[in-house]
């Protein structure tokens, strides 16, 4: 008996636990948005119910700090935010943040509350570190080893326009400096597109790309009319030079690349 009594609170609080949630978050409360006073599993899918609605006046996102209510998915009880449920004694979510009002039942994310960024963040707090130029956190293995780009991440990701910051996809820092979805950037190499899209910058590995190009210049012969030089603006180095025309590529001169902009005309020589 006294065996029972000793494990029925954690039994209690365990309740459910990974059963209820959402398409973001296995939970066990729902939260009630303090700026529409509507009740929806997690901000996520506030936000996009919210970003649907056809009169953009109505569209908004809620302030994840600003949240005061919850309602335990067990027991229908709504309360003040806390892990614990007040009424049936419920841990309504395995992980807990009371600044971000944040609860996940699913902690093999490895959630952790990052203090520069202001939010929680996932993939254990041991794994990233938080730049304070950029204004983000990023994997360990990029300290003092990536390019510094003031509040880099507090900008929409290029390819499909998600707000990078609070974003539950992985975001990753590229050679230039600026950030997009790894998703994205993976799908850019499969489409070889090796450009950076805000600075135009080369952000893939493309020296087999650039040998491939040469061979290929060699192979082919311009005709007589086509034989003239052009200037260029090299993406890479910032250089302008001139380079012989040719239809496959303009190479630089100064640091070979190939990620160059023809800036004049054959008429200009």
């Known amino acids: 008996m006294a065996e029972e009594e000793t494990s029925s609170p954690r039994t209690r609080e365990d309740a459910g636990k990974l059963q209820y949630g959402c398409d973001h978050?296995?939970?066990?409360c729902k939260i009630r948005a303090p700026c529409c006073q509507k009740i929806f599993s997690c901000r996520h899918c506030h936000n996009e119910a919210t970003s649907a609605m056809s009169n953009p006046d109505d569209r908004h996102e809620v302030v994840?700090?600003?949240?005061?209510?919850?309602i335990c998915s067990l027991c229908?009880?709504?309360?003040?935010?806390?892990?614990?449920?007040?009424?049936?004694?419920?841990?309504?979510?395995?992980?807990?943040?009371?600044?971000?009002?944040?609860?996940?039942?699913?902690?093999?994310?490895?959630q952790f509350h990052c203090e520069g960024c202001g939010i929680c963040r996932v993939g254990g707090r041991n794994n990233f570190f938080h730049c304070e130029k950029c204004g983000s956190c990023y994997q360990v293995e990029l300290r003092n080893n990536h390019?510094?780009?003031?509040?880099?991440?507090?900008?929409?990701?290029?390819i499909c326009y998600e707000y990078l910051f609070d974003s539950i996809k992985g975001a990753t820092v590229m050679q230039c400096g600026h950030t997009m979805h790894a998703d994205c950037l993976n799908l850019m190499a499969e489409?070889?597109?090796?450009?950076?899209?805000?600075?135009?910058?080369?952000?893939l590995k493309v020296s087999n790309y650039w040998r491939m190009l040469d061979q290929e210049i060699e192979a082919i012969q311009m005709p007589e009319e086509y034989h003239y030089e052009v200037s260029i603006l090299c993406n890479d180095c910032?250089?302008?030079?001139?380079?012989?025309?040719?239809?496959?590529?303009?190479?630089?001169?100064?640091?070979?690349s190939y990620?160059?902009?023809?800036?004049?005309?054959?008429?200009?020589?």
Request: hydrophobic fraction near 20%.
């Open 25 to 28: 978050y296995r939970r066990r």
């Open 64 to 70: 994840r700090h600003d949240i005061k209510q919850v």
């Open 76 to 110: 229908n009880t709504e309360q003040e935010v806390a892990q614990v449920c007040s009424n049936c004694g419920v841990k309504m979510g395995e992980y807990y943040c009371e600044i971000c009002k944040f609860y996940d039942d699913d902690t093999t994310k490895g």
């Open 147 to 158: 390019s510094c780009v003031e509040n880099s991440m507090k900008h929409h990701c290029p």
């Open 191 to 203: 489409q070889n597109q090796y450009r950076c899209p805000i600075c135009s910058k080369t952000v």
């Open 238 to 256: 910032n250089e302008t030079s001139k380079t012989a025309f040719h239809i496959v590529g303009l190479k630089c001169s100064h640091c070979r």
């Open 259 to 269: 990620n160059t902009r023809r800036i004049s005309t054959p008429d200009d020589h």
